[in-house]
């Protein structure tokens, strides 16, 4: 179920994405495609033209691969005034063991991106707080042992970046 959810601010970067790909990123691809070309005596022979047509693969992939998820997704709105864990909101939690506090925002598959603090509902810590109050402890099973994680804020997601 929630591969295919997807917050309204992780729709918009794909979108925003998928546009930059379809305008900037093809207009580089034939441009640097054209240049190889032209600066190419035997195009079977030149190393930088059969770069350049593999980047416009790859570019092409990508767009196709934008195209299928987004015509996927389904958009989950949060509800912020239920006091619950919700897709697409920030869940401040303390580790009860360690003390140690972490923030994540609650997000879909597609848009899992830890360095920013965005996990995934389907990871072992998004579906032990989906769906928890604040002040509820989650358990988390992992490699290491079993986290108890308290929920001390339930927030809004930050505007997209």
Same mark, same amino acid.
Do not use: C
């Given at each position: 179920?929630?591969?295919?959810?997807?917050?309204?601010?992780?729709?918009?970067?794909?979108? /925003?994405?998928?546009?930059?790909?379809?305008?900037?990123?093809? %207009?580089? $691809?034939?441009? @640097?495609? *054209?240049? =190889? &070309?032209?600066?190419?005596?035997?195009?079977?022979?030149?190393?930088?033209?059969? /770069?350049?047509?593999?980047?416009?693969?790859?570019?092409?992939? %990508?767009? $196709?691969?934008? @195209?299928? *998820?987004? =015509? &996927?997704?389904?958009?989950?709105?949060?509800?912020?005034?239920?006091?619950?864990?919700?897709?697409?909101?920030?869940?401040?939690?303390?580790?009860?063991?360690?003390?140690?506090?972490?923030?994540?925002?609650?997000?879909?598959?597609?848009?899992?991106?830890?360095?920013?603090?965005?996990?995934?509902?389907?990871?072992?810590?998004?579906?032990?707080?989906?769906?928890?109050?604040?002040?509820?402890?989650?358990?988390?099973?992992?490699?290491?042992?079993?986290?108890?994680?308290?929920?001390?804020?339930?927030?809004?997601?930050?505007?997209?970046?």
């Amino acid at each position: 179920m929630h591969e295919t959810l997807i917050t309204p601010h992780g729709l918009t970067r794909l979108q /925003a994405e998928l546009d930059r790909l379809r305008t900037d990123g093809r %207009r580089e $691809a034939a441009v @640097e495609l *054209r240049n =190889a &070309a032209t600066a190419a005596a035997d195009l079977g022979e030149s190393p930088e033209y059969h /770069a350049a047509r593999e980047q416009k693969a790859l570019l092409e992939t %990508r767009i $196709a691969q934008l @195209e299928a *998820r987004l =015509a &996927a997704v389904q958009v989950a709105e949060p509800d912020a005034g239920n006091d619950v864990v919700d897709l697409g909101e920030r869940v401040r939690l303390r580790n009860l063991d360690t003390g140690s506090r972490v923030t994540y925002e609650i997000v879909g598959t597609f848009e899992t991106d830890l360095a920013a603090g965005r996990i995934s509902a389907a990871s072992p810590v998004g579906r032990a707080v989906l769906g928890r109050r604040r002040g509820e402890t989650a358990l988390v099973e992992t490699p290491g042992g079993q986290l108890r994680l308290k929920i001390v804020a339930i927030e809004p997601a930050r505007a997209a970046a």
